[in-house]
């Protein structure tokens, strides 16, 4: 897709769109025009990244806007836990200054906010540092999607093993100091349980605000150590 220049005033030619939930906050979140920023235009909200205009397709747009909202999903939920807004879209610049919106062409993804952004040394979101780290972890992002849509056990489960997966073994998950090793046993019975009416209730059991807090520092820990 061709690049934009939105810093000298044009519009990103292809962005996705967003909605619901607190949609609007995106913008004060990311909001650099030369990276992975949202900005509201005509009362909606677009979601649109460098690595969009490198595609060559709309099919490959929305594929590659969708895996980074993927990420974004877990990277926000876990850092702030806030209610999920929508991917509504691929929405396309007109010659009239609106943008077009296509709706999704393989189902939708919802991804997470927060109001106000915490920076990094190098004066970037936190979650854009990590979520490049994710491009090369496919394991963490796999437990970064399944954390991002962990409204019930089903998904969290999933994400514990899928960090898990990433460590290698659950005695090396409980050996790499991300902050719930000791608690993986816990965990996972729990959420096991949970998502199957047959399983055993165990016998020290975790609530959800305590599971679903120690699987979010695990994969913030997991990322912010991973090469």
Not at 53 to 80: I, P, R
Not at 180 to 193: D, I, P, V, W, Y
């Amino acid at each position: 897709m061709p690049a934009t220049n939105e810093a000298q005033g044009q519009l990103p030619s292809v962005a996705l769109c967003i909605g619901g939930g607190d949609a609007l906050d995106w913008p004060k979140v990311l909001h650099d025009a030369g990276d992975t920023h949202a900005l509201e235009h005509q009362g909606r909200v677009f979601l649109h990244s460098p690595s969009i205009d490198a595609t060559s397709s709309k099919q490959d747009a929305e594929t590659v806007g969708k895996e980074l909202l993927g990420n974004l999903n877990g990277l926000m939920a876990a850092f702030h836990g806030y209610e999920p807004v929508e991917y509504i879209g691929l929405a396309e610049l007109q010659g009239s200054g609106a943008y077009a919106v296509t709706q999704s062409l393989s189902g939708t993804v919802k991804t997470r906010f927060r109001a106000t952004a915490r920076l990094s040394g190098g004066g970037r979101p936190e979650v854009l540092v990590l979520a490049d780290k994710l491009s090369q972890q496919p394991l963490l992002a796999d437990a970064a999607y399944f954390y991002g849509k962990a409204t019930g056990w089903f998904e969290l489960y999933f994400a514990i093993e899928s960090l898990v997966r990433y460590a290698g073994t659950e005695d090396q998950f409980k050996k790499s100091g991300w902050g719930a090793g000791a608690n993986l046993g816990h965990l996972k019975q729990t959420a096991n349980f949970h998502r199957h009416a047959y399983a055993a209730r165990p016998a020290k059991e975790m609530s959800w605000n305590a599971s679903y807090k120690l699987t979010g520092i695990a994969l913030l820990s997991a990322i912010a150590s991973s090469p």
